[in-house]
């Protein structure tokens, strides 16, 4: 069991990404991009066709980040408190369980997708692997939100965990069920958003809104990291095993990119021209962060001391590994959100 739930989580590091999509309404895109924003010249068939692309897109995106985020911490919450052995073992001092609630706009944006997957255009793959996952996700987040109303109510304490027991199995058996139909949405899913990535930063490049360019480059190549690792099943256990002139390639290009992102985030016509009204603290934090600890992670391995942490350095440690890998993976979702909520509000 432990292996299927290893699995997701590696999928959930390599298509994070995947909501990073967004950009200036009235920027033009490559003439066959399906991106290309609407000209006075487009038929209202081909504005129509784009706003349904947009929409589909979207939709998959907001379930995609919502099964990696919410429904994902939902989970290792639950697995943390309860295990993801086949019988529920409650511990002998148990005094309540909390979680994330599973709120109806969840449910609403989980049925939405849904019906997507039948509308055009097309996803192939995608919409199929998508048809097949969806309603399992319905169903295991029914039974989440039966589980948080169990304990919610104390009813554990009146029935002697009888229910808890039930709904314990349902979970297991409803989350290995939509584990295994993951990853198959993902990498059909995957396939599309590869493409309009590609196709998003060459446009941008090609009308010079150089800071949206790197903001977006700069996540990509933290993705990039992630993925080296991913491939190279390399951890916080074995981090020592990656080749450290591999990483020092991948290094320069992000850093490269934070570098070029600050300098050009300096320049206020230029913001002015690509629609950036600030920056907020929370964005250059996250920036902050990955580059700390991407230089952390090639000072471990050009020095091969594992110690290396630089939010620690200074503090009395009380002991247990550095888990630079696992620090890693949650400074770059912290870019991802933050990056995303540039692509909703134009502020980074």
């Known amino acids: 069991m432990k292996k299927l739930w290893t699995n997701l989580l590696v999928c959930a590091l390599i298509t994070s990404l995947l909501a990073s999509c967004g950009k200036p309404a009235d920027l033009a895109a490559a003439p066959d991009s399906p991106d290309a924003p609407v000209k006075k010249t487009d038929t209202a068939s081909s504005a129509a066709d784009r706003e349904a692309d947009t929409a589909k897109y979207n939709s998959y995106i907001e379930i995609s980040n919502y099964m990696l ?18 019988e529920l073992k409650p511990r002998k001092n148990f005094s309540g369980y909390n979680t994330l609630p599973i709120m109806q706009s969840h449910k609403d944006a989980v049925d939405k997708a849904l019906a ?3 509308k055009e255009p097309s996803y192939g793959a995608a919409d199929e692997s998508a048809k097949v996952i969806i309603p399992k996700m319905q169903l295991f987040m029914n039974t989440l939100v039966d589980v948080a109303a169990y304990y919610q109510s104390k009813a554990y304490v009146d029935d002697n ?3 808890g027991k039930e709904l314990h199995k349902q979970v297991i058996t409803q989350y290995m069920d939509y584990a295994v ?16 990535d590609e ?10 809104y150089l800071i949206r360019y790197h903001a977006k480059s700069m996540v990509m190549r933290a993705k990039d990291i992630q993925q080296a690792f991913s491939e190279a099943e390399i951890g916080d256990d074995n981090i020592l095993d990656y080749d450290v002139n591999a990483y020092k390639e991948k290094y320069a290009l992000l850093t490269e990119d934070i570098a070029k992102f600050l300098e050009y985030t300096q320049d206020d016509a230029r913001k002015k021209k690509e629609g950036v009204t600030m920056l907020l603290p929370a964005y250059t934090s996250s920036i902050e962060g990955v580059k700390v600890t991407a230089t952390d992670i090639l000072q471990i391995l050009e020095t091969k001391d594992i110690t290396i942490n630089s939010e620690t350095k200074g503090k009395v440690r009380t002991g247990g590994g550095n888990a630079i890998v696992s620090r890693f993976d949650t400074k770059v979702s912290a870019l991802i959100r933050s990056y995303n909520i540039f692509n909703q509000t134009g502020s980074f």
């Open 69 to 86: 985020g919410n429904l994902n911490d939902i989970m290792v919450a639950y697995t943390k408190e309860f295990g993801m052995e086949d």
């Open 116 to 118: 997507y997957t039948t």
């Open 161 to 163: 965990f009888a229910k």
């Open 181 to 196: 139909s993951a990853d198959p949405f993902f990498a059909d899913f995957e396939a599309i958003t590869v493409k309009k």
């Open 199 to 208: 196709e998003d930063l060459a446009m941008l490049k090609k009308e010079d």
